[in-house]
């Protein structure tokens, strides 16, 4: 199976993506991961369908950012004559990613990209801590959800080249996280069926890859003065944990014509992290 890459017409060097449209999720605060994917984009000229749940930040430790300050940042980071949307949904809802989905097909026509970021945290433990509850919740919005989310953009996608998905998981398949049983879970899922979706998906001129960011410090890991926290920045080869651009730069790379001969890979960018 062939899968045929294009640059539109109106596309720069400067502006690699100009003309295509992504959907990135879980963009909520200046400092996620999902802040500085959309960001990336921006800078490649795309037009942006970025989603948000605010109310799960708000129950994080770090808490919440000031969403129209967010959105505002992003939008002057957009090309000239580029577009940004903004939709919040609870992922948790089984209807959600197709109205994620559907949203950015009427404001835009078509979707090229989708970057499944999103993710529930927190509020996990060890496997003798663990309920259907906690478990059923982690999974409905880890991987239920994006599940629906790359079905519902498969089937608006009208075979024009550049389709591309990516998923987001952790590092459960590279050493144990033991007190995140219900997350752990959850993101391993998305691993494990990766190579199976992309296969599919590939049929359809879209490419499915999965990326593993590894520690990327997104506000719960600056209090170095917990040994644990200090821990995790030691573990790392020049003493620092990553910073939310370091996957991105990945995301983004997957998502452009450059990345089109990588498919159904699960890829770690984790900066020689060592267990």
Known sequence: MLLVTHVPDDASPSLPMSGRVAVVTGVSRRRGIGFAVAARLASMGVDLVVHHFAPHDATQPWGSDDLPDVLAELRERLAPGARLVDVSLDLGDAAAPAALVDAGVRAFGHLDVLVCNHARSGGDGRLADVSAELLDAHWHVNTRATLLATQAFAAQHDGRPGGRVVWLTSGQLLGPMSGQIAYATSKAALA???????????????????????????????????????????????????????????????????????????????????R
């Open 192 to 274: 494990g069926i990766t190579a199976s979706v992309a296969a599919d998906l590939a049929e359809r001129g879209i490419v499915l890859n999965t990326v593993n960011p590894g520690p990327v410090n997104t506000g719960y890991l600056d209090d170095t003065s917990d040994p644990g926290i200090a821990g995790v920045h030691a573990a790392f080869p020049g003493g620092s944990a990553g910073e939310p651009d370091d996957p991105a730069r990945l995301i983004a790379w997957l998502a452009s014509d450059d990345g089109r001969w990588v498919v159904g890979q699960t890829l770690s960018t984790e900066g020689g992290f060592r």
